[in-house]
């Protein structure tokens, strides 16, 4: 009776600490996208304390990445869980990497302003910089619910939305190379800005990269740099 107990207790506190870790995900997820957000806003206003506040801020997401990523490795340690609970775990940890890097393109983004900002030089209108921000969140908003629900439908919709980022992405650079040719007192502003399309691209790739994570939680398929499909395909030929 006792030790029935016992495996029930144990058992409640490692869901317990389950959700405390998913709380965590989604908190780390929450603050990323508002640094996002924030570097791009100093970059559209050209305000120099939006900038040093994502810069400063960075610590933070650091500190989230590591206390998320011990609590993961004890369940992991000391629960051994197994199937579902085990590849959540893993992923857990694959995730807060790849969010506290997400903060890291925001600081590279607020960088760009300060360095906008010293310069004084005239910049091009890049209206569609806005527009990459928005889906580039959009997409780190659904990859972690997906993550967190075990979704994996909406993990691979995010991987699609992700077209659409590149396609801005490629559009960005056309455009801010038809300026630096045009005139070259436009090249050091530009490069800058192309910069930034570069770090929200790479947001997205990371929020794809979290949805590919929920999909094999989900599914237990890996889809990264489409496996799955290689899998299905060596698995057709080897049967013909």
């Given at each position: 009776m006792a030790d029935g107990a016992a495996?029930?207790?144990?058992?409640?506190h490692f869901h317990d600490e389950l959700a405390s870790l998913k709380q965590r995900l989604l908190d780390m997820s929450e603050r990323a996208e508002s640094l996002v957000?924030?570097?791009v806003e100093s970059l559209l206003e050209q305000d120099l304390a939006k900038a040093t506040t994502v810069i400063e801020s960075d610590k933070e997401l650091d500190r989230m990445e590591?206390?998320?990523e011990n609590l993961?490795?004890?369940l992991l340690a000391l629960q051994q869980p197994m199937a579902r609970d085990l590849r959540f775990l893993v992923g857990a940890i694959k995730v807060s990497s790849d969010l506290e890097r997400v903060g890291d393109h925001a600081v590279n983004i607020?960088?760009?302003?300060?360095?906008l900002i010293a310069s004084r030089s005239a910049a091009p209108p890049v209206p569609?910089?806005?527009?990459m921000a928005r889906r580039a969140r959009t997409m780190l908003s659904d990859s972690l619910d997906a993550f967190i629900r075990g979704d994996g439908t909406l993990g691979r919709a995010v991987g699609r939305a992700d077209d659409q980022v590149d396609a801005l992405h490629e559009g960005i650079f056309r455009s801010l190379l038809t300026y630096m040719m045009g005139d070259p007192r436009m090249i050091a502003s530009s490069l800058e800005l192309l910069l930034v399309s570069r770090n929200l691209e790479r947001v997205a790739d990371l929020a794809t990269n979290i949805g590919e994570d929920a999909v094999y939680l989900a599914e237990g398929k890996q889809i990264r740099h489409r496996y799955d499909e290689e899998q299905q395909a060596s698995t057709t030929d080897t049967v013909a």
């Amino acid at each position: 009776m006792a030790d029935g107990a016992a495996l029930t207790g144990g058992y409640r506190h490692f869901h317990d600490e389950l959700a405390s870790l998913k709380q965590r995900l989604l908190d780390m997820s929450e603050r990323a996208e508002s640094l996002v957000a924030l570097a791009v806003e100093s970059l559209l206003e050209q305000d120099l304390a939006k900038a040093t506040t994502v810069i400063e801020s960075d610590k933070e997401l650091d500190r989230m990445e590591v206390e998320a990523e011990n609590l993961a490795i004890s369940l992991l340690a000391l629960q051994q869980p197994m199937a579902r609970d085990l590849r959540f775990l893993v992923g857990a940890i694959k995730v807060s990497s790849d969010l506290e890097r997400v903060g890291d393109h925001a600081v590279n983004i607020a960088q760009c302003t300060e360095r906008l900002i010293a310069s004084r030089s005239a910049a091009p209108p890049v209206p569609a910089l806005s527009d990459m921000a928005r889906r580039a969140r959009t997409m780190l908003s659904d990859s972690l619910d997906a993550f967190i629900r075990g979704d994996g439908t909406l993990g691979r919709a995010v991987g699609r939305a992700d077209d659409q980022v590149d396609a801005l992405h490629e559009g960005i650079f056309r455009s801010l190379l038809t300026y630096m040719m045009g005139d070259p007192r436009m090249i050091a502003s530009s490069l800058e800005l192309l910069l930034v399309s570069r770090n929200l691209e790479r947001v997205a790739d990371l929020a794809t990269n979290i949805g590919e994570d929920a999909v094999y939680l989900a599914e237990g398929k890996q889809i990264r740099h489409r496996y799955d499909e290689e899998q299905q395909a060596s698995t057709t030929d080897t049967v013909a």
